[in-house]
């Protein structure tokens, strides 16, 4: 019998259970930086330095946090149903809790790229600094997607989302887009459950809307499936 698939749309709010900051704050700043200064090719483009010291900092803050039981609890559920995660964060805390098929929207901290070239992806785990290039000397910047720029993974998440059984969106505010649109790819007899303590329920029926913490609403969800 084919195993029920389950599609999730993670966003900050399952990683602010670690201890990661979620994306921006009530007065707009992230970590005290304008989010135009260091998430957009103009910033980067400005002052190059600032933009590569803001995430060599994040990127070193991913030793310091570790996955929670939402992050478990979503792994453990692929020995009962197949589990595909879309991600909107750009941290590894997913596939180190286990989950073996993370798509990444958003990019992915602990990678580079060569700034010509949006597909040549390398495996970074260390600073990144000026004068760090790819083997033609071009500068290397981080595997991130910056506000202006097209969401490369967007396509593979939309035929990911067309093949649902269940769909969950945990943890975001559903305001980002193109990744909020995913939820108008689920087939119509896809179920839909969300998980969030601030999204109103106008997505689906009262019974499968868990305004809860990530983990909390992981644990109800996981008695309703398994």
Known sequence: MKKKKLVVLSGAGISAESGIQTFRDSDGLWENHRVEDVASPEGFARNPKMVLDFYNLRRRQLNDVFPN??????????????????????????????????????????????????????NWETDLNIGDTDENGVQLRPHIVWFGESVPEMENAAKI?????????????????????????????????????????????SENCFQTSATEGMKLLKRRLV
């Open 69 to 122: 039981d939402a992050h478990k609890i979503l792994a453990d559920l692929e020995k009962k149903i197949d589990v595909f995660i879309i991600t909107q964060n750009v941290d590894d805390l997913h596939e180190r809790a286990g989950s073996s098929n993370v798509l990444h929207l958003h990019g992915e901290l602990k990678k580079a790229r060569p700034v010509n070239d949006e597909h040549k992806i390398i």
């Open 161 to 205: 989302a067309s093949d649902a059984d269940i769909f969950l969106v945990i943890g975001t505010s559903m305001q980002v887009y193109p990744a909020a649109s995913l939820i108008h790819y689920i087939p119509e007899n896809c179920e839909l459950f969300i998980i969030d303590p601030h999204l109103p329920n106008s997505y689906t029926k």
